[in-house]
C-alpha cells in the first residue's frame, strides 16, 4: 500500500481513529467512523470551509453532526422500513484507509466501509470514498452494483459548511423548483435572491453543477456531479435547540449544501457510479 507523507493517525478519546492530513496545500482530518470527513482548511487563505458542531458526539454511538456524513444506500427516512435509520447506515459503520499517496494536486485517499449489505440493503453493491486534500477538497463516493440485477440507491453528500454568519449567507446558481420539506412536500420557485432567515430544508431538483454561498467575507464554490439534487438544510433556532448534537445557536454559523441522489438511481449488474462534491 502506498502511504502519503502528508497523513498522521490519531485516536480521539473515545478511541475514534482520526487520519491527519497536512500538506503544502491544506490540513484536514477524517474519521474512520462513517468514513466522516471531518474538517478541511486551504492553506491559501487559512479559512475551515466546513462547519463542525460543539456538541458532535465523538464517540461512534451516532452519526456526526458537522463535516461530511455520508447517506448511503437512501436519504432521508427509508421508503418503506420504519425502524431504518435516516440517511442509510455508512455514517455510522467503521471504514478502513486502502490507500493514500501524494500527486501534484494534492493527497489523495481511498476508503470503504467495512461492509455494504444490511437486512434493509440484501444486493452486493461496494462503496470507495476517494478524497482529495488539495487546494480544494473533492470527494467521491463510488457505488459498483457486483450483483447480477439492477439495484436502485440513493445517496448524499451532507455537506455541513462554515459561515461566518447566516443572516449575511447569499446562494448562487441555483434555479427551477424544490421540494418544501418544511411545508408538505409543497413544490416551490427557488428564490433569485437566495438568503436563509428561518427553518430551512429544500431538495432542489436539478443538476447544477455549480453553485456558491457567498458572505461579506468569503465566497464558497461548490460543484457537484453524478447526482439529481441539491438539498439545503438549516435547522434555525428551535430545531437546534432540540438537538443533542447541536449547541442552541449552532444553527447561525452552517449552512448544509448537499450533493445528493434523491430520486433513485438504477445501476446495472457491473454498473459504476461516483457522487462527486468539490468544495473551494
Ligand atoms: O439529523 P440528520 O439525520 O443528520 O438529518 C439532518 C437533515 O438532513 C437533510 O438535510 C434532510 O433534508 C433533513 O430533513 C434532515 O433534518
Redesign the pocket.
Known sequence: MHRSNYLTVTSNDHGLDILHIDNPYASASIALFGGHVLTFTPKHDGRPRLWMSEQAILDGSK?I?GGI?ICWPWF?PHPSETGAP??GYLRTLQWQLIQSSDTQTGTELLLEPSYTQASWFTSPCSVKLKVLVGCYLEVSLITRNGSQNPVQIGAAL?SYLHVDDIHQVQIDGLTGVFID?TADANIAQTPESYGIDAET?R?HLCRINDVSVRTHQLTQRLTQQGHDSV?I?N?WREKSQS?QDMADDGYLTML?V?AAVTQGLTLEPGEQHSLTQSIY
Open positions: 452519526p453532526r456524513p432521508g435516516q440517511h451532507h420539506k430544508d431538495v438539498v438544510w435547522p438537538m448544509c448537499e
